[in-house]
């Protein structure tokens, strides 16, 4: 009981901003074949802690399980290069047909909330360090005929840097302004603050909203773009066949009809409803 006790005492005071902050740099440190102690230096300048202090939390967090401690204890099994690439392609796919990151990597983890953050953590890790293989992924989709979704073209949320700190925490904030808020004569302070709120809940939804239909409407522009191409590449290989001499057809035809296959390719596998 002690130790649960001295472990809380240990989180106390980290935000979830930090806490995912020192979980990425242990992420990029690994990935890099650099120290933990490396990751602790750099955390403790960031936030102002104590690199002891720092050390002692991150092994806190492993030793007491959950996502972190899975991904950080020594039983966690890394990605390998094809996995790497095979999740990339479907991630990148999934979201040229509007699929959320969460939604595709909550699939690939079989329903499992710690199998999604498996996932989620490694593809974004990659977006973020590895664009190599990102764009050599979109490259090799684009070949493919396939509709590619851009993960650099409208980047979500802000970078990861210095955690923002608080002068004081929202509680004494909000305390506050409920407070000036009750000497205004006539208004129900608990019914304004709700409406307040659902407002402003409303607005984040709608702004979420918006991010989603642009990029669908990137990935149509895109899909279309590409419909254009193969369709133009149809109407040469039609053209050229037609324009050739009647006498000299029977000796082309098996040539045509080869080009003519390739060039409806792409386009079956563009085209809804269709299997190619």
């Given amino acids: 009981m002690m130790e649960l006790v001295k472990m809380a005492r240990a989180h106390a005071g ?22 933990l102690k490396s990751v602790f230096d750099e955390m403790a300048a960031a936030s102002g802690r104590r690199p002891n202090s720092v050390r002692n939390f991150y092994y806190a967090r492993v030793k007491g399980g959950g996502d ?41 983890g079989g329903g499992q909330q710690r199998a999604m953050l498996r996932y989620q953590n490694k593809y974004r890790a990659l977006v973020r360090s590895d664009p190599t293989l990102v764009r050599r992924v979109m490259e090799k989709l684009r070949r493919e005929g396939q509709p590619v979704f851009d993960p650099y073209a409208a980047p979500e949320g802000r970078h990861a840097g210095r955690p923002r700190k608080r002068e ?24 304004f603050l709700t409406a307040l709120g659902k407002l402003a809940l ?34 040469r290989v ?3 066949f037609l324009q ?33």
């Fill in 14 to 35: 980290w935000t979830e901003a930090e806490e995912a902050l020192l979980f990425d740099l242990a992420d990029r440190a690994r990935a890099a074949g650099r120290p």
């Fill in 68 to 108: 972190a401690g899975e991904r950080h204890s020594p039983s966690f099994v890394p990605f390998t290069e094809a996995e790497s690439q095979r999740l990339m392609e479907t991630v990148l796919l999934a979201q040229a047909s509007g699929e959320s990151v969460r939604s595709c990597t909550l699939r690939l």
């Fill in 168 to 191: 004081r925490p929202c509680a004494d904030i909000a305390h506050d302004v409920a407070a000036a808020l009750e000497g205004v004569e006539g208004l129900d302070v608990p019914a």
């Fill in 202 to 235: 409303a607005a984040t939804g709608g702004a979420e909203r918006t991010h989603q239909l642009e990029k669908q409407l990137r990935c149509e522009r895109e899909r279309n773009r590409m419909l254009l191409n193969s369709f133009s590449e149809l109407l």
């Fill in 238 to 240: 039609n053209r050229a």
């Fill in 244 to 276: 050739s001499p009647v006498k000299s057809r029977d000796a082309k035809i098996a040539v045509y009809l080869s080009e003519l296959e390739t060039s409806l390719r792409p386009c079956e596998k563009l085209l809804p409803g269709e299997t190619g």
